[in-house]
């Protein structure tokens, strides 16, 4: 996504920017620098990297100005259940990540066990050289996938026909993601016979882990949908999506070799 | 709310309650180029208990209006008018930093209108250094990181916060970068060239609460002592692990101290 120009068309009409970055984390991309208002992640992929906890963040910048848009009185508004209490005339720029912590937390429970704060807080330690191999072994992968003769197509913003490769060199020059998906020849069927060959990646779908990870929707997450509805929720019946760890890319490649040839034969 | 000081649009904050005629009023002031929002803890406590919280914007800081007050003793005397027009005719009256100065002077200066003073990270005189002072006034962003770093203690650098889910460093950032062109500068000259105080504390006769930050490096303990011995009734409190954004760091601590004036 075009963060700057995004984020300028959300304040031209006083919204603001929430981006999702999960998948970049803040060691691939820093949303806030871009335009950003709001960052969200899940912490259960890349932050804690070990698929071992369910954990999010909401991070607020401080930069929304509030009350110059007239679309959000809960945050600008005195609010009975908080004793007439007006979230940004009390907590000026941290007033919408105290409505979050106030309401959310409070009212709901939503309270992060400690041993799950360890893991992702032990996890974050080692995220940047993580996120190094995660990307250096995608290059690899992607290198073997698009001129594999049993895939059809490859979709990653490294690649040149990707519709926002431009974008991703100019936004994320240090990697774009690790996260992406390619269709396999031979629709459902070669889909299924080609995840379950594999070993060393895991048929999750989980992403963001320390290993390796695939699903194939059509088979999986997204049997029961019909040929016509995968399509139209843009799922291709081969489509398979891997989530690169940080083992050996030599190995990943291998274990993708295994896959393919299992398929082929079935082809 | 918004109430009309010398004919601007001012904001205070009452703790999101009402004002009780009759009841205590208790007036904080802000420090360099912060607002209302840094007494929200206190603010909403003592509103709780019956007192008529008078926590201001400044002229030209936060949701005020006007132009800057270039002096320790302008800003209060516009602070004794922001009383008259929110109807207190006595007050409590807390300050931090730069607003510590300010809150001293009115005491000093319209002692029948004070009740009790307390002075959060404070000195005085309060010397700022001129490569702090030369970047504020060219509105560089390295006045304000240099405000943050120094404002934090060593712990408070590590992320802590008694506010759960807030940074506090971030925080702080935001609110100095909301401030406007020439903010910063202002508020750190009129503390600079504040130098009436030590001769004017025999002047403040109001039960007197010095709240210091054991690691301040902006206001550090030892030169409030000069303060502390020169004020008749004053009491001293120095908070452990605590900076100078004392506001930030220790806003549980802080509050502990300020109910002893009540």
Known sequence: MDIPKVAAIAHEHHIPLIVDSTTTTPYLIRPFDLGADIVVHSATKFLSGHGTVMAGLIVDGGTFDWESSDKFPQMTEKYAGFHNLSFVEEFGPAAYIARVRNEAARDFGACLAPNSSFLVLNGTETLSVRMDKHISNTKKVVEYLKNHEVVEWVSHPDLEDHPNHELAKTLLPKGSTAVFSFGIKGGRKIGQIFIDRLDLFSNLANIGDSKSLVIHPASTTHQRMSVEDLEAAGISEGLIRLSIGIESADDLIEDLDKGFRAAAKAL | ?262
């Open chain 2, 1 to 262: 709310m918004y109430i009309n000081v010398e004919n601007k649009k001012t904001y205070i904050a009452t703790g999101s309650k009402e004002h009780i005629e009759g009841s205590m009023g208790i007036t904080f002031i802000h420090g360099t180029a912060m607002d209302h929002t840094v007494w929200t803890l206190a603010g909403r406590h003592f509103a709780r208990l019956g007192l008529n919280i008078l926590a201001v914007d400044l002229p030209a800081h936060g949701h005020s209006e006007g132009d800057l007050i270039p002096s320790i003793e302008g800003m209060a005397d516009w602070v004794i008018k922001a009383m008259d027009a929110a109807g207190l005719e006595k007050s409590i009256i807390v300050g931090h930093s730069m607003g510590s100065l300010v809150a001293f002077d009115v005491a000093a200066r319209y002692p029948d209108r004070i009740t009790a003073l307390a002075m959060v990270g404070t000195a005085l005189p309060m010397p700022v250094g001129d490569v702090l002072l030369n970047s504020a006034k060219e509105n560089s962003p390295l006045a304000k990181d240099m405000i943050n770093f120094w404002s934090h203690s060593q712990s408070g650098h590590l992320g802590g916060s008694q506010v759960p889910g807030t940074w506090m460093l971030g925080k702080l950032n935001r609110l100095l970068e909301q401030a406007g062109p020439g903010v910063i500068h202002n508020d750190l000259l009129a503390c600079a060239e504040y130098s009436q105080g030590i001769e004017r504390s025999k002047n403040v006769e109001a039960p007197t609460l010095l709240i210091l930050g054991e690691d301040d490096m902006m206001t550090p303990v030892k030169s409030a002592k000069a303060l502390a011995d020169a004020i008749p009734q004053s009491r001293t409190v120095i908070l452990p692990n605590c900076g100078h954004a004392i506001v930030n760091e220790a806003p549980n601590e802080m509050l502990d101290a300020l109910v002893t004036i009540i």
